[in-house]
């Protein structure tokens, strides 16, 4: 009989089925897969599957004044989506197949996917058995768990990003890839706009050639081109999201707001200190493998320094704009914004992890000298 064997990543992925197939079948902690804003990705997909149409007011539960500032207006008044319609879309095939259950499996999918991307590319920079190590890691000891119970566009957008990356780091100023990356990361900036500003890091790694730059940014405008359209039609201008038409119910009456306004210097101090240490919300506490990763940083610098800046200023880059978001510690375990910062430290994980283990079997290899075997002790041996 033949024997079945696996892959390093083969075998990462088979655990990370069975964990997260166990949490997808307990449910963990007793709340509902969609909670949060993942109940409006799930009726804005549904609404989009019965109605043809983005307007809410025939999915919304209860009374509309319930979903004050879970919603947007349009420009003629219409409740539709306040989040990006990305995942909804996205996702319609299985919605369509088998509802809410449909949207946890393609939560659950993007979620491996998105894991096996990350080992598939750490594999390029380390032996497979430690890149599977280290996305099974990041997989277990982080947040990442808490949202595999959900309808997350935080993954989503975090799937495409490193498809981002992995296109641009193939060491190749090839045309499609490059317009790939581009694709692909102006669709994780239409699923999530704050990840707009890793485009300065992600820029570093771009061939120096100006045309590789143009079919980037041909690339990038596809996804950018569709957003401008959706904001034109529903909003009335392309540069009006439905993040500026937040619906509030107040006093009686429908009013309109901004999400710009939850932007402000003031937070920064205790959002910079609270994303690390934060007992429900912190990196420290909630994603233990994260922090300790970026050590690896170094070492990335030195086998190539290019990939090892980029890295490093999209993890700063993203860690200080969310300390400045007044609403950083909603999520219901963790900081899901930062959901990039726990997947983009895989890659210095696994080198820091190659590291340690080639200091420990040298310093079990040289390990301390005989007694005996020591120079004073031959020379009396000698004399004897």
């Not at 420009?75 to 919605?95: D, T, W, Y």
């Not at 997350?152 to 193939?170: H, N």
Request: hydrophobic letters at 50%; aromatic letters at 14%.
């Amino acid at each position: 009989m033949r024997r079945v064997s696996f892959s390093p990543a083969g075998t990462a992925l088979l655990a990370l089925v069975i964990i997260y197939g166990a949490i997808v079948a307990t449910g963990y902690d007793g709340e509902p897969a969609l909670r949060g804003d993942a109940w409006y990705y799930y009726l804005t997909g549904i609404s989009l599957l019965q109605d043809h149409d983005f307007d809410l007011a025939n999915q919304l539960p209860g009374q509309l004044e319930k979903h004050t500032g879970e919603i947007a207006l349009d420009r003629n008044g219409h409740f539709v989506p306040k989040h990006n319609i990305v995942l909804a879309i996205l996702s319609l095939p299985l919605v369509a197949l088998w509802g809410k259950e449909g949207a946890v499996i393609f939560n659950l999918l993007q979620l491996l996917l998105c894991l096996h991307a990350l080992n598939l590319w750490i594999a390029c920079y380390s032996a497979p058995n430690t890149a599977a190590v280290a996305t099974f890691l990041v997989g277990v000891a982080s947040f990442a768990p808490h949202y595999v119970y959900n309808f997350s566009q935080d993954i989503l957008a975090t799937t495409f990003m490193l498809g981002a990356f992995i296109c641009l780091d193939r060491r190749s100023d090839r045309r499609f890839e490059v317009l790939l990356a581009g694709v692909s990361f102006g669709i994780a900036c239409v699923a999530k706009f704050p990840y707009l500003v890793v485009l300065p890091a992600l820029m570093f790694l771009l061939p120096a050639k100006p045309s590789r730059w143009v079919y980037f940014g041909l690339g990038f405008a596809g996804p950018a081109a569709l957003l401008l359209g959706y904001n034109t039609a529903m909003f009335g201008h392309p540069l009006v999201t439905s993040y500026d038409r937040i619906a509030i119910f107040e006093a009686g009456a429908w009013h309109v707001t901004t999400h710009r306004n939850d932007f402000s210097l003031e937070i920064f101090p205790r959002g910079l200190l609270g994303q690390l240490i934060d007992r429900k919300h912190g990196l420290l506490w909630t994603s233990p493998i994260t922090v300790p990763s970026l050590v690896g940083l170094v070492y990335l610098l030195r086998r190539r320094w290019r990939l090892g800046v980029t890295l490093g200023a999209a993890i700063l880059l993203l860690y200080g704009f969310f300390a400045a978001y007044r609403f950083w510690d909603t999520s219901h375990y963790g900081n899901r914004f930062l959901f990039p910062v726990i997947i983009l430290s895989g890659l210095p994980l696994a080198l820091l992890l190659e590291q340690t283990v080639q200091w420990w079997r040298g310093r079990t290899i040289k390990g301390p000298a005989p007694a005996d075997s020591s120079p004073a002790a031959t020379s009396n041996l000698s004399s004897q």
